[in-house]
């Protein structure tokens, strides 16, 4: 390595460590407005945003800034009633307050993934942290009155029902169904003697938030199906950013449908809380409201934390109504509440795999490499095991087209002696050149596009690889060697003083990448710069992969071994041809006779 490319190596560890450190003190979290915190409840119709300062919160469709919203909470009372179904899979739990579903805990997953005495006992949980419950309305008096709703449990079902002074009472059925299913049925009665009129309805079905707290905000948001396609609403969206980085006026609102919203669902990383009405709903909408922020000392401790977490809240949105004496709306609705398991959702109508987002073309490669992946991992053990052996299956079926590569170049670097010396000769006329170079590429029977052509191919191969692991369920809490969890980075430790994580995988990627790139001949007709900018790129590739999954490292990781084996048997069997070629055929001798 010369001394340019020692310098480049530097500065990108430099680069590397400066950044988790510099970051913070750059740019420092923002305290959030006094009163944002999960744990005060305030009055549906008024919330405290600074001392002696109560706002009334916006009416539908009012934006208002991020900065200064904060949404109403649910008051049913000091006291507070809960109940429970549950099953093998799912714990619902129940509130009094606004008689809607409060939060609904998977059994079979927890809630963080670690070893040793950080491990978790806590349970998955989809609906919390939220601002309501779902299956309440939001800002409407009329259904609500005080917020108490009486809770009743009885074989398997749960029954919230308040009677309201204008003659309305409001029931609300649970029950649990199968495959992380819950059913959900909301009846309106007018028993009283006279009309009664109801304004336009938000009724809350769930809120995404982080479930951990390294979790990015940017995997998490508010999907709606229309029938056709789904529509994806995430935190880049309400941050209105041009080129996701310059600064815009933040959104806080966004309304979709027109009476053809067949559902809509929340979703984090993992878990998603899908709610699919019987007949399709007129409109949703989602807001976007800012969490609390970690405090400076805890970033500083841990790089990784979620500086800004966020949180989505969705809701149908029905019209204004007036309701007979006597007449009754029934709306009935089944939920999905559970894991991104593309097995589960894919066998669930209509259509909820696509909250998984494997559409369009990186979608395709990615649906299957899961595919591949589970299908491995049914001979396979271990899930590090199996990303290993796809690994090797697709350096294996893409071993021609790399192999055509290797001579390509080879070819390329013999003819540079006559691509130097035409340069030189039409060095005034560029079209010429040209045209003599081709000219040569022809003689020589070499193709310009075979040197890259395998690298684009594999191209959306790898981007496909990025978002199945983004987003497979099967990798978390799976361990290899020493990553604990290949859906997390494998950190083994934090360097002190500046918080630091040590992970083993993203660094092995960038030596192994090296090493391939000293194996790999530059192009002849490439400038010397752009050459050493190119193999040292695997430097500043370990820059914006280091905190990824382990399981997309590992995989690179192991890709770079095999190109490395794979490139030294193309270069010992070169070797062997033209040694083979070199043998002399001895020439008979002829004797005069005497």
């Known amino acids: 390595m010369d001394r340019k490319g020692i310098g480049i190596l530097a500065a990108s560890v430099i680069l590397l ?49 991020v900065d200064t919203f904060t949404p109403a909470m649910m008051n049913g009372g000091a006291t507070e009633t809960l109940a429970t179904l549950e099953n093998d899979k799912l714990r619902a739990t129940l509130t009094s307050r606004g008689g809607g579903l409060k939060f609904v805990e998977l059994k079979k997953y927890p809630a963080r993934v670690s070893r040793g005495p950080d491990s978790s006992h806590e349970l998955a949980t989809l609906n919390q942290p939220a601002f309501l419950p779902a299956f309440v309305f939001a800002n409407s008096p009329q259904l609500n009155g005080d917020g108490r709703f009486a809770l009743h449990s009885e074989a398997g079902l749960v029954r919230s029902e308040k009677v309201l002074t204008n003659g309305l009472r409001v029931i609300k059925d649970y029950a649990l169904l199968t495959n992380y299913q819950i059913s959900v049925t909301i009846r309106v009665v007018n028993g009283g003697t006279v009309p009664v009129s109801l304004p336009s309805q938000e009724l809350v079905i769930g809120s995404a938030a982080p479930m951990e707290a390294h979790e990015a905000s940017d995997t998490q948001g508010v999907y709606w199906f229309d029938g056709d396609k789904a529509q994806h609403v995430d935190p880049h969206w309400f941050a209105n950013k041009t080129l996701g980085c310059i600064p815009g006026t933040p959104r806080t609102e966004y309304t979709g449908g027109t009476t053809n919203v067949v559902w809509t669902g929340v979703h984090n990383r993992f878990f998603a809380l899908i709610t699919i009405p019987e007949t399709p709903a007129p409109a949703m909408i989602a807001r976007n409201y800012p969490l609390p922020s970690p405090s400076p000392a805890a970033i500083q401790n841990d790089s990784r934390l979620n500086r800004q977490p966020e949180l989505q809240q969705a809701a149908f949105l029905f019209p204004e109504s007036v309701l007979a004496p006597g007449q009754v709306v029934e ?68 071993w021609p087209l ?54 684009l191919i594999q191209f959306p191969v790898f981007i496909g690889f ?3 692991v983004r987003t497979a369920i099967e990798l978390r809490g799976q361990s290899f060697l020493w990553a604990s ?10 360097i002190p003083f500046v918080g630091l994580p040590f992970n083993l995988f993203p660094l092995l990627m960038m030596g192994s990448s ?5 194996l790999t001949p530059p192009s002849p007709q490439m400038d010397p710069a752009q050459q050493r900018m190119i193999r040292y790129m695997p430097i500043m590739f370990v820059v914006f992969f280091y905190n990824n999954s382990s399981g997309l490292t590992l995989y690179w990781t192991v890709q770079n071994l095999i190109s490395v084996l794979q490139t030294k048997i193309t270069q010992r069997s070169r070797v062997k041809s033209n040694d083979a070629s070199k043998t002399v055929v001895a020439t008979p001798v002829v004797r005069r006779k005497k």
Not at 343 to 360: A, H, Y
Not at 514 to 518: H, M
């Open 485 to 494: 969890d290949l859906s997390q980075p494998d950190t083994l430790f934090t």
């Open 402 to 455: 790399t192999a055509i590569s290797a001579r390509s170049m080879k070819k390329m670097q013999a003819m540079q002696p006559e691509l130097t010396a035409l340069k030189e000769k039409y060095k005034d006329d560029p079209r010429k050149m040209q045209e003599k170079n081709l000219e040569l590429m022809k003689k020589h029977g070499v193709n310009p596009a075979a040197g890259c052509l395998p690298m």
């Open 466 to 468: 990025v978002f199945m």
């Open 514 to 518: 090296l090493w391939v790139s000293s």
């Open 331 to 398: 709306r009935r609705f089944q939920v999905y509440a559970g894991p991104k398991e593309y097995f589960t959702l894919s066998r669930l109508e209509p259509q909820l795999d696509l909250v998984m987002d494997l559409t369009g073309v990186t979608g395709f490669f990615a649906k299957g490499l899961l595919l591949g992946l589970n299908g491995l991992h049914t001979f396979i053990p271990s899930y590090g095991w199996s990303i290993v052996a796809i690994t090797i299956l697709i350096k294996a079926l893409f």
């Open 17 to 65: 460590i400066g950044w988790w450190w510099g970051i913070g003190r750059l740019f420092p979290t923002q305290p959030k407005p006094p009163g944002m915190t999960n744990s005060v409840v305030v009055s549906p119709t008024a919330i405290e945003t600074g001392p002696n300062r109560p706002v009334v919160p916006p009416s539908l469709g009012d934006p208002v800034p």
